[in-house]
């Protein structure tokens, strides 16, 4: 969800230069970044936290995040070619799962003004699910699993993690979709392009990269 159909990775940088600068800090640049998108909030945090050595515990950070952020979820909007693609996907009855490092609380925060747009979604499963163990958020393919396995529960179907798509836009949502066993489309943030390393280096001839989901080419995919 966040950098691959909306742009709150956006907002978290802003969130997150607020938070430096009050602590003496300079802002977060891209290097640092691309580690952090698709972590789940507890070990993004500590990660900041390390890389700037703040005085804050996650929870405090944590906590002062929300705070900034809370007022700026409403002002967040989908990126390129993602809500013509989702409606696309949805015309042609595709099952389609949403599966978010995001906690339950930030899923409702950045979607209450895109109900609709989220009720295109076959199943939706958060970082918080229960049914994802403690410590296993991606890299670890579980949040993929649990998403297909809804799919599969909703539909009485049986599809395996090799007949899906997983569209992602960090590295570690890249490295969680192919441990998944899925065909991955890595859409990356365009400023974060230039510190990526080379995508086959990373796809591992399981997936490719655009620059938007506005250029993918559906008939390669016989969609």
Known sequence: MDGLLLNTEDIYTTSTNITLKQHGKKPMTWDLKIQLQ??????????????????????????????????????????????????????????IALCTSSNKAKFVGKTSHLK????????????????????RGKPFPDIWHTGLSDLNNKFGTS?????CMVFEDGIIGVKAGIAFGGHVIWVPHPEAIEFLPEPITILEDKGEMLTSLANIDLTKYSL
């Open 159 to 163: 599809i395996l993690p090799e007949e």
């Open 38 to 95: 698709g972590l789940p909030g507890p070990q993004a945090s500590a990660r900041v936290i390390e890389h700037y050595d703040l005085p804050l515990t996650p929870e405090e950070y944590m906590k002062e995040s929300a705070e900034l952020q809370k007022d700026l979820w409403a002002t967040c909007a989908f990126l390129p070619g993602a809500l013509e693609l989702l409606k696309y996907l949805k015309s042609k009855n595709i099952p």
């Open 116 to 135: 609709d747009a989220f009720a295109l979604f076959d199943a939706i499963v958060t970082g918080d699910d229960p049914r994802i163990p403690e410590g």
